[in-house]
């Protein structure tokens, strides 16, 4: 899945907070599994990288210069300590002057994933699921990966969830959720939803015939990718109910949900909206957001 322009591989934005550090561990596994460097980040966000700039003691700029490279040391130390000895993988490290997510789009067009955590200190993870995040994800030129509290639980077993609604951010979500499943050697669970409120209006004959054109149209979705990952058992579940509850509930017994960032209708269709702010608030498992645009 790695490309030319893609030297960064993974790039995990950290700040020294434990969800910065949960997120390094994972990106860490994330790159390992896929055979490519580690890229750890720090923004710097001084009174420079603000407009209007202010002045601003020199001790100030020092010091935010060094906590900066504390916090990246020590992710570092972390997604070398999560790995088993006789597996090696390159980390390189960046301090950047920027706000944070200018830094993550800007490094995006180098990356093949982008990851980040919820929960954090200072400017870099205030929410990530606020300002930070919703840039990030919405104009990134590769997939993010959002990483949810700083205790993540043991799941190696536990299935891929992908959500499905035929649209070009699925598609995309649909190859992630395959490799992600056959590098983990895991099954992969693809859920369509329907989450427009005139379905629960219609007679139970209509809603029959409905459900047994989605399940046609979702496994036509998936034939090529399952052709493509012989080994990746897929589960195909086509339920009539709000795609982000849908998502929630899966999400409890799976390692990992990947989503399209936007879409038609359906499950994806206003992700970085109600469906995203649902979803991203309320699970603890890491979610791969994917759009339409951004290489897989």
């Not at 994330?30 to 966000?45: F, G, K, S, W």
């Not at 920027?98 to 490094?107: E, K, Q, Y």
């Not at 390692?255 to 995203?276: D, K, N, P, Y």
């Amino acid at each position: 899945m790695s490309g030319p322009d893609q030297q960064r591989g993974v790039v995990v934005a950290v700040d020294g907070s434990k969800a910065s550090n949960a997120a390094a561990i994972w990106a860490a596994h994330e790159a390992a599994m896929r055979n490519i460097p580690l890229t750890v980040v720090h923004a710097v966000t001084t009174p420079t990288a603000t407009w209007p700039p202010v002045p601003y003691p020199e001790s100030l700029a020092v010091r935010l210069e060094d906590e900066g490279k504390k916090a990246i040391m020590h992710a570092i130390k972390l997604a070398e300590e999560a790995l088993p000895a006789d597996r090696k993988l390159a980390i390189h490290r960046e301090l950047v002057y920027s706000s944070p997510a200018l830094a993550l789009i800007n490094m995006s067009g180098e990356a093949e994933l982008i990851v980040v955590g919820t929960a954090g200190r200072g400017l870099l993870a205030r929410g990530v699921l606020g300002s930070v995040s919703a840039t990030v994800v919405r104009h990134a030129h590769c997939p993010v990966a959002v990483i949810h509290g700083d205790d993540l639980p043991d799941m190696h077993d536990a299935p891929v969830v992908v959500g499905v609604d035929g649209s070009p951010a699925s598609e995309l979500a649909i190859e992630i959720a395959f490799d992600e499943a056959s590098r983990r050697g895991v099954g992969l669970t693809a859920l369509h939803a329907w989450s427009d409120i005139t379905i629960s209006e219609l007679p139970e004959a209509d809603w029959s015939s409905l459900e047994a054109e989605a399940h046609r149209s979702l496994a036509e979705n998936l034939a090529g990718w399952q052709e493509r990952y012989p080994d990746v058992t897929v589960q195909r579940l086509v339920v009539r109910d709000a795609p982000a509850r849908q998502l929630a509930e899966k999400s409890e017994t799976a390692q990992l949900l990947v989503v399209g960032s936007h879409g038609r209708g359906g499950l994806t269709g206003a992700l970085l909206g109600s469906v995203s702010n649902a979803v991203l608030h309320s699970v603890r498992t890491p979610v791969i957001v994917a759009r339409p645009g951004a290489s897989a």
